[in-house]
């Protein structure tokens, strides 16, 4: 059985470890992948949007994710099934939902069987006492059911994600995440700009709340641009992003998830 892993830990502490740990124990056998730990601290909509991008080039198993500011508070513990037979671990703050969501939710239920955790749970380390543990027993096979009372599925905490909006010649975005490369991620995909006639070789405005203004061209590819050149590119996921070849648009643009642009057509 396989078991992924997407977490805001790191791999400067313990934490990763101690949870691979855990769930080797519980479930020797189990094959873990990890899917990245580098979501920025407390990040919930990166993380749930790298886990929806990347759950379908995963095999079917049970997928643990955990970025969890809420941890010791009133959120729930989760476990929910899809129809294509995974099952996802972690909090309830819409973290799985985007992922699950996919093929459909099956069922839900809530982490409350003290058999299936560890026998003493800290208030700040659930990924270690709660979730590692869930994920390794189901691992193992223990149904769904044994590990606490089912859930509404329509009592699940949901994420906003932000949609783009349509403005005279142009389209209002919402920069979502940044990854290592300081390229954006943005809420657009490519039937977005076609509908502006934003194709390969356009070339763009990018007008920031800042009051400053910034030009891109519509690219297939890194080499289709110079180096320094800002482009607007489909990613490997569908979606649309900015980048510059050879740099950082991040910083270039000084930009932060939730931040508003504008694209349009240059004149």
Do not use: W
Not at 14 to 23: E, K, L, W
Not at 100 to 118: C, F, K, Q, T
């Amino acid at each position: 059985m396989f078991i992924t892993f997407l977490s805001d830990f790191g791999l400067k502490d313990d934490f990763v470890g101690t949870c691979h740990g855990v769930i080797r124990r519980i479930a020797p056998e189990a094959q873990i992948i990890d899917i990245t730990h580098g979501i920025p601290a407390t990040a919930i909509l990166q993380g749930a949007l790298v886990l929806a991008n990347t759950i379908g080039f995963m095999p079917v198993g049970v997928h643990l994710a955990i970025v969890d500011p809420g941890v010791g508070g009133p959120r729930r513990a989760l476990a929910l099934s899809d129809v294509e037979g995974r099952v996802y671990v972690g909090p309830d703050n819409g973290l799985l939902l985007p992922a699950a969501s996919r093929a459909g939710i099956e069922d839900v239920h809530e982490l409350a069987n003290p058999a299936y955790a560890l026998e003493s749970i800290s208030r700040t380390f659930h990924g270690r006492d709660l979730f590692a543990p869930a994920a390794a027993h189901l691992a193992t096979g223990v149904p769904l059911a044994e590990l606490g009372p089912p859930v509404d599925p329509e009592g699940l905490v949901r994420l906003d994600i932000p949609t783009p909006a349509i403005d005279g010649r142009g389209i209002r975005a919402t920069l979502l995440y940044v990854d290592s490369f300081g390229n954006i991620a943005l809420n657009l995909d490519r039937d977005d700009v076609e509908a502006l006639g934003i194709v390969s070789g356009t070339r763009v405005e990018l007008d920031l709340p800042s009051g400053e203004r910034y030009y891109a061209v519509m690219a297939r590819t890194f080499a289709d641009a110079r180096p320094g050149d800002v482009i607007l590119y489909e990613d490997s996921y569908k979606n649309m992003s900015l980048a510059i070849t050879r740099g950082s648009a991040a910083r270039m643009l000084h930009a932060s998830p939730g931040q508003e642009i504008r694209i349009a057509i240059a004149d």
